[in-house]
């Protein structure tokens, strides 16, 4: 049974580029939300996806988008990427979006 | 507004010592907590969680944490630590909505 899976694991990008990272939820799991780590920080809720719908929203811009599928997989997209953009971006998914979250490993993303 | 604050940055322990790290949340209302490990390369994994009933919550590999509701706190503690305890903790709330608010960690480092 997998559990969440995140790629890439690792990638750089130029300032001003953009990004797609992905996630699969684990087994039997219909929601999925998106968490930035900063170094040194906790993670930062971004926002969540049920029924392929964004259902709550933290406090980031515009420029982060995202999509769920209908198998329930999910694309965080993030436009005109700034040096702050780089981060830790944890997937995490839950069975229904109140139950009990689990985290991916992350994909690390550095602008440069 | 919802917050969870983590007092202590960096904790160093010699193995066996006794383990309490801090965590206060501000809200007045129904709140539910957590306790998660992020070991070095991994993910984030989830240790304990408190929703109601017994303020004294156990939780994985011989970790505790007791709601105190009159101090705000959920202290997370072990009696003897291990060199494999190593790693950083962190404490995270959610009002019933599914996005979790994230202390912004306790690393703890445990000397064999």
């Known amino acids: 049974d997998a559990g969440v899976t995140q790629s890439p694991t690792h990638l750089i990008k130029t300032r001003g580029q953009q990004v797609t990272l992905r996630c699969s939820p684990k087994?039997?799991?219909?929601?999925v939300s998106w968490y930035q780590q900063a170094l040194g920080q906790g993670p930062q809720f971004i926002f969540q996806?049920?029924?392929?719908?964004?259902?709550q929203r933290g406090n980031f811009p515009d420029r982060f988008s995202g999509h769920q599928f209908p198998n329930y997989s999910s694309e965080l997209n993030v436009n005109a990427l700034l040096l702050g953009d780089s981060a830790l971006y944890l997937c995490?998914?839950?069975?229904?979006?109140?139950?009990?979250?689990?985290f991916g490993e992350g994909s690390w993303l550095t602008v440069v | 507004a919802q917050s969870v604050s983590q007092h202590n940055h960096h904790v160093i322990l010699s193995e066996a010592a006794s383990l309490e790290l801090g965590c206060n949340y501000s809200y007045g209302g129904t709140v539910n907590l957590f306790w998660y490990v992020q070991y070095p390369g991994q993910h984030l994994q989830l240790l304990l969680k408190?929703?109601?009933?017994?303020?004294l919550v156990k939780g994985i590999k011989g970790f505790e944490a007791e709601f105190i509701k009159s101090k705000f706190s959920f202290n997370l503690r072990k009696p003897s630590v291990q060199w494999s305890d190593t790693a950083e903790y962190f404490c995270a709330s959610f009002p019933g909505a599914n996005n979790l608010f994230f202390g912004t960690g306790t690393r703890l480092t445990v000397i064999p």
């Open positions: 408190y929703f109601s009933g017994d303020p």
């Open positions: 087994s039997g799991h219909d929601t």
């Open positions: 995490a998914s839950s069975q229904g979006p109140r139950n009990t979250i689990y």
């Open positions: 996806y049920y029924e392929e719908e964004e259902r």
